[in-house]
């Protein structure tokens, strides 16, 4: 032995047998392939609670979730991510997948969201309406504009410019007041908690119960709110197609849309056609 | 217990094993870094260059990442003379304090940042009645490029101070020089590569700080948007772009680091070395 290696590169001939030693065993230890879904992560709270539901079902099944904007799920998925299912918050990144080839079914609208506004409980800019993110100085934050709240967030400024009792230059005052674009709706929801904020817009469905009691809402007028209609499909070359379609059908059931409007979201039957 | 006149001859197991780890090791790194670079052309990159949120990025880069280093070379460089010079109670716990940053996650850090200094924060609520506001600010942006690049450079410098010629500093004293004179005219300029080593390491990871800045200062073009976080955003709707901006950073971070590793064997920190007694 100490004729072939001497002592001191032990640790490098250590380093590569590790490196070499294990690479085998990790491939042969999940033989069971988990469901991977990528959603939205407006939709963690209510997708968590139906992955639970199916892993209880399914005795076996592994559901992992990856929540994040809709634009980097997107983009994780052109990249060569291994998903089952994308579920996104708007139809653009949905048709951005689709467009490159990369789903395996017609994309299901199967939820609804809409816009609300959100300050701290403590109110720091004691704001008592929403013509009130028009005034000078008050710290607004939005998801930037590839973020599918973000673009929603600046139709409703579009919207409540025209909309009766508003200034017709509502909506510039209060995008001169934003001070972050934030990269998805969570990052929105967690500078207005802790008060670096004064004002945001989320989606209703942000406003969870570990959320609520540092929060305090604004109903966007029904005129000028924007309903956000949630596409999912299969993904191309879904490493779990099965679970994924066992996934979406209990998305579709009745006590899966149950879950999501108990998550602050809207559900199908109850918005109508 | 290596036998030592059978070593010369035939190359061994242990020099075949370095070499593989070695080139296992820099493909690593340099493929990534390759595949940058191949994917877009240096025109594209020179043309992403004119964009308004390009250049923005680029100006709110070099702003804040050239004050974050000045304040951590300013702050940083007398606690590095202390911790190598010095022992004292507690110094365990002020080395972890100041290597820290260099472990912890950087959004944890950019979070830890807004508990302390965020407007309902522990110094924040102190800084508010001063009228000074940190986050979503471009001076937030170089508060969190401090926190993170503080062990890049006291850990050099430290090194660099501990590694003087005591007899030379004790030479000092006998001829009753004061401590302070002491330290800018002899330990100073003979630390001076190590110092270096320090600014280039504390410069590079302030120009790629991202997630610190993101939690705490937010992210908007002009104020707080800084080149790694364009990347970020860059990325999520314009590919092309996100790769051109990657390129940029990738060019500018690995002329810091070489240039500022070419200065001390150059003829100027030389010939000081030479000056040296001893040397």
């Known amino acids: ?273 | 217990m290596a036998d030592p006149a059978s070593r010369p001859p035939r190359p061994s197991l242990a020099s075949f094993a370095v070499l593989v780890a070695g080139t296992l090791l820099l493909a690593f790194l340099a493929l990534p870094f390759v595949g940058l670079l191949l994917r877009v052309s240096p025109r594209e990159v020179l043309a992403r260059l004119g964009s308004a949120v390009v250049l923005d990025a680029l100006r709110l880069s070099f702003v804040t990442s050239i004050a974050a280093t000045a304040v951590v070379v300013v702050l940083g460089i007398p606690v590095a003379w202390l911790l190598a010079t010095r022992e004292f109670p507690g110094k365990r716990v002020v080395e972890v304090l100041v290597d820290l940053p260099m472990v912890l996650p950087p959004t944890v850090a950019g979070f830890a940042l807004l508990m302390a200094f965020g407007r309902a924060g522990l110094a924040g609520r102190g800084l508010a009645a001063l009228g000074i506001s940190l986050p979503f600010t471009t001076l937030g942006v170089v508060v969190a490029q401090v926190f993170m690049a503080v062990p890049f450079m006291v850990g050099p410098a430290r090194a660099s101070f501990a590694s003087l010629d005591r007899k030379l500093l004790d030479a000092a004293a006998t001829l009753r020089a004061r401590e302070t004179f002491t330290f800018f005219h002899v330990a100073l300029p003979l630390a001076m590569p190590g110092l270096l080593a320090g600014v280039a390491m504390s410069g590079a990871r302030s120009l790629g700080e991202f997630g610190a800045t993101i939690t705490f200062a937010g992210n908007l073009p002009g104020s707080t948007q800084t080149m790694p976080l364009a990347v970020y955003v860059a990325l999520q709707s314009d590919l092309d772009a996100a790769v051109a901006l990657s390129v940029l950073l990738l060019v500018m971070a690995f002329g810091l680091l070489l240039g500022l590793r070419a200065a001390p064997a150059g003829s100027f920190w030389g010939r000081l070395d030479a000056r040296a007694p001893g040397r």
Not at chain 1, 76 to 82: L, M, V
Not at chain 1, 215 to 235: D, I, Q, T, W
């Open chain 1, 1 to 273: 032995m100490s004729r072939v290696i001497d002592r001191g590169a032990m640790p490098f001939v250590a380093s590569l047998l590790l490196l070499f030693g294990t690479a085998p065993a990790h491939g042969a230890a999940n033989t069971a392939k988990p469901l991977q879904v990528f959603a939205a992560a407006s939709l963690a709270d209510a997708f968590t609670e139906l992955g639970h539901l199916l892993e209880q079902r399914q005795p076996g099944l592994r559901v992992r979730f990856n929540f994040a904007g809709s634009q980097q799920l997107a983009t994780q998925i052109e990249q060569g991510a291994a998903a089952d299912v994308f579920a996104s918050a708007d139809e653009r990144w949905m048709d951005y997948v689709r467009e490159r080839g990369l789903l395996a079914g017609e994309p299901t609208v199967f939820v609804h969201n809409r816009l609300v506004v959100i300050v701290p409980a403590t109110n720091p800019a004691r704001i008592s309406k929403l013509q009130d993110l028009a005034k000078g100085g008050i710290k607004v934050v939005l998801a930037a504009d590839a973020v599918p709240v973000g673009r929603y967030s600046r139709t409703v400024l579009r919207n409540l410019s025209r909309t009766d009792g508003f200034a017709a230059d509502f909506a510039p005052k209060v995008m001169k007041n934003v001070v972050s674009e934030e990269e998805n709706v969570k990052s929105v929801v967690s500078k207005v908690q802790l008060a670096e904020a004064d004002a945001g817009f989320v989606y209703r469905s942000d406003i969870t119960p570990a959320v609520a009691r540092y929060l305090r809402e604004f109903e966007v007028p029904a005129s000028a709110n924007v309903v956000a209609g949630y596409p999912m499909a299969l993904v191309k070359d879904a490493p779990a197609p099965e679970a994924a379609k066992a996934f979406m059908d209990l998305v579709l059931s009745a006590e899966g849309q149950q879950v999501l409007q108990r998550h602050g979201l809207m559900p199908l039957v109850a918005n109508g056609p």
